[in-house]
Nanobody
Framework: VQLQASGGGLVQAGGSLRLSCVAS????????MGWFRQAPGEPREFVAA????????LYADSVKGRFTISKDNAKKTVHLQMNSLKPGDTARYYC???????????????????WGQGTKVTVSS
């Protein structure tokens, strides 16, 4: 499975961005998906996850109430709507797939099989 992320850019604090991640394979429909981010010099951290049906979601405390993850199985796409952005949200954002996993959304990096190349988000103050 190849994952192509897009939608990053430069935005002022308080603004919004919508990230998208398109999967290359129809098997995406049976995959749980996650978004992670990595700031320079920092470890990659969990942001949000969604289960394979799209009905269950999980968020990091730092983004809860500001970010929304959604999944469109027909379009093999997962989105991350980011509102009320803060300078601390600046990072490269990576989408990831947990292929054929039908459990609850996971925040554990090791449980994801496939990773996209990332898209850069910069939030200015």
């Amino acid at each position: 499975v190849q994952l192509q992320a897009s939608g990053g850019g430069l935005v002022q604090a308080g603004g919004s961005l919508r990230l998208s991640c398109v999967a290359s394979e129809p098997t995406f429909r049976s995959s749980a998906m996650g978004w992670f981010r990595q700031a320079p010099g920092e470890p990659r951290e969990f942001v949000a996850a969604i289960n394979w049906t799209g009905r269950q979601t999980l968020y990091a405390d730092s983004v809860k109430g500001r970010f929304t993850i959604s999944k469109d199985n027909a379009k093999k796409t997962v989105h991350l709507q980011m509102n009320s952005l803060k300078p601390g949200d600046t990072a490269r954002y990576y989408c990831a797939a947990n292929h054929a996993y039908r459990g609850s959304p996971s925040s554990q990096r090791d449980e994801y099989d496939y990773w996209g190349q990332g898209t850069k988000v910069t939030v200015s103050s």
